[in-house]
């Protein structure tokens, strides 16, 4: 056990300094998400009105009404997403420079290689939306009380989690950053497309409207307007069936990773 904490650690420290030493990785990471929150939500805020929001002319009803605080969930999501790709890259540089396959040899469990990576990823991701969720007052959202401020650490989380040990397991099988990318691009970003957050579900056709109660990251972004923008959640999964898929999602998401480790690499 404590060899195993050990390199869970190691890891854990490494991805952390590795990322802040390439400033250029957070930058990418975090001013993207916020210049597509400025420009998409004003864009769009004088012609779409989101769950809950006024008729048009009329005063808002509740603080977070507006479209800037409805796509505010959907930025914070894009953030956990950035930065997981960016962390977990690192993974095929690792194998790229000889350091991966020096660290598989260590008599240690492969497990223990994956969990200090993505949490790793996880805690910058952490990192990085925390910084966004200081401009929430700028979107009209009120400050969490103390209960919602822990609900939604823990939402950020399991978000954050599933997400990076999802980029991880993808990032394990490949052997190029370009191939990396196109399959986050063809994938993820469809997935953060079609979870709700630039548009409700109530407002799609019906098949559009069925793709995203089966798409998984859909739950994870209704318990995040439960615990950040309550006014936005109309109609939305109930707070326990969100969570309960997020953390099974999160949990398949590292098991696929640990999986994916526990073969043995090519060269």
């Not at 799609?204 to 793709?211: C, I, M, Q, R, T």
């Not at 109609?235 to 309960?244: D, E, H, K, N, R």
């Amino acid at each position: 056990m404590r060899g195993f904490l050990l390199a869970v650690a190691t890891l854990w420290q490494r991805e952390i300094v590795r990322f802040y030493r390439q400033p250029s990785r957070v930058v990418g990471a975090l001013a993207p998400p916020v210049l597509f929150w400025l420009l998409i939500g004003t864009g769009l805020g004088a012609s779409f009105h989101a769950p809950g929001a006024a008729a048009a002319g009329a005063p808002l009803p509740a603080p977070g009404s507006s479209y800037l605080a409805y796509f505010f969930p959907g930025v914070v999501i894009l953030i956990l997403l950035f930065t997981a790709i960016f962390s977990e890259i690192s993974i095929i540089e690792d194998r790229a420079e000889g350091f991966l396959q020096g660290v598989l040899v260590a008599p240690v469990p492969r497990g223990a290689i994956v969990l200090g990576k993505v949490l790793g990823g996880t805690t910058l991701a952490l990192l990085q939306s925390a910084l966004f969720l200081l401009l929430a007052p700028a979107a009209g959202l009120p400050i969490p009380a103390p209960g919602a401020l822990a609900e939604l650490g823990l939402v950020l989380f399991l978000l954050a989690f599933a997400l990076t040990a999802l980029a991880a397991a993808i990032a394990w099988s490949l052997r190029s950053t370009q191939g990396f990318h196109a399959i986050m691009n063809l994938f993820l970003i469809p997935l953060w497309l079609l979870a709700g957050t630039l548009f409700p579900v109530a407002g799609a056709p019906a098949w559009l409207a069925g793709v995203m109660r089966v798409n998984p990251l859909t739950y994870g972004v209704a318990a995040l307007r439960r615990s950040l923008a309550p006014a936005t959640a109309a109609g939305l999964p109930g707070p326990g069936l969100s969570l309960g898929v997020t953390l099974a999602c999160a949990a398949l998401a590292f098991a696929a990773a640990a999986a994916v480790a526990s073969r043995r690499p090519t060269r």
